[in-house]
């Protein structure tokens, strides 16, 4: 007589209820049994402590380098991540504590005074007329809370050194032709300024306009830049506008000026910093 063999229902096994608990189940799944005999139990641990390890990452907060330095802009924190520069603050300004809060509420903050050493020396060159330094430092924009502010400060890394956009000019450049007081505040709350320059916007009727780490700060970067700024606080008159399409500059005046889109436009210092910006002077106005 033949016997039919009974399968015995296995009950499964109930899953924690804890989510973290819940992570690491689903990276350690239970190995065939093929793998348990002999020598596979070693094979088995192995296995196992690489996929704890990579679930326990999850859970791991990621690692900042910052410092304090002294600078000829003031006093400084600067911190830097594995992707590129995410903060540097004027510590006797009011705005100086937002960074910091942001940087211990997601990072695990490491002191490290090198990084702001170099930051301090890439200043220090800046402010003797050589921006590459900082031009070429990278940078992160995790901290920056909202995608409007992103886009503004993303766009305006594009602003070369003896150049500045108006705030009514980074608006519409970035598809918000109503946003420039939302230009502004972002400007002021900028997490790395200096190195996303937020002191080469400026306002329409050619004054400097604020700064979030004050107006003198600002006249010194300019002025660093090739901007010959009076007591008036305002463009001197040899500026020029330079068309980002059409790579042409001219005078303020020019009819070309007037004609062409607001957002294509940027100041520049004078005609030899357009020329240094790859500028050809316009036929019309010949401001060079």
Same mark, same amino acid.
């Given at each position: ?136 430092? !990278? ?20 602003? !070369? ?15 918000? !032709? ?111």
């Amino acid at each position: 007589m033949k016997h039919r063999a009974i399968a015995r229902k296995v009950p499964r096994r109930a899953r924690p209820d804890a989510e973290a608990v819940s992570i690491l189940a689903d990276d350690l799944p239970a190995p065939p049994d093929a793998a348990i005999a002999g020598d596979g139990i070693d094979a088995m641990v192995e296995d196992a402590h690489r996929r704890m390890a990579r679930a326990l990452r999850r859970f791991r907060r990621p690692a900042v380098r910052a410092g304090i330095t002294e600078s000829p802009l003031g006093r400084l924190l600067v911190a830097e991540g594995p992707r590129g520069l995410l903060a540097v603050a004027y510590l006797d300004t009011p705005g100086a504590a937002a960074p910091l809060e942001a940087l211990r509420s997601g990072y695990d903050v490491i002191e490290d005074s090198a990084v702001a050493v170099r930051v301090r020396e890439e200043i220090d060159r800046l402010l003797a007329g050589d921006s590459a330094p900082i031009d070429g430092h !990278p940078v992160d924009l995790s901290l920056v809370a909202g995608d409007f502010q992103r886009r503004a400060l993303a766009h305006l890394r594009r602003v !070369p050194p003896g150049a500045v956009v108006t705030y009514q000019g980074l608006a519409e450049a970035i598809g918000a !032709p109503s946003g420039q007081r939302a230009i502004g505040n972002s400007m002021a709350s900028n997490p790395l300024p200096v190195y996303v320059p937020c002191h080469r916007v400026i306002r329409s009727d050619g004054a400097i306009g604020n700064y979030g780490g004050g107006v003198e700060r600002k006249l010194s970067l300019l002025r660093a830049e090739g901007f010959e700024i009076g007591p008036d606080k305002r463009l001197p008159p040899q500026a020029v506008w330079g068309h980002r399409r059409s790579h042409i500059f001219c005078r303020p005046g020019c009819a070309a000026v007037r004609r062409a889109s607001r957002p294509r436009w940027m100041i520049f210092a004078d005609a030899e910093h357009a020329c240094g910006a790859g500028m050809r002077p316009c036929k019309l106005c010949a401001p060079a």
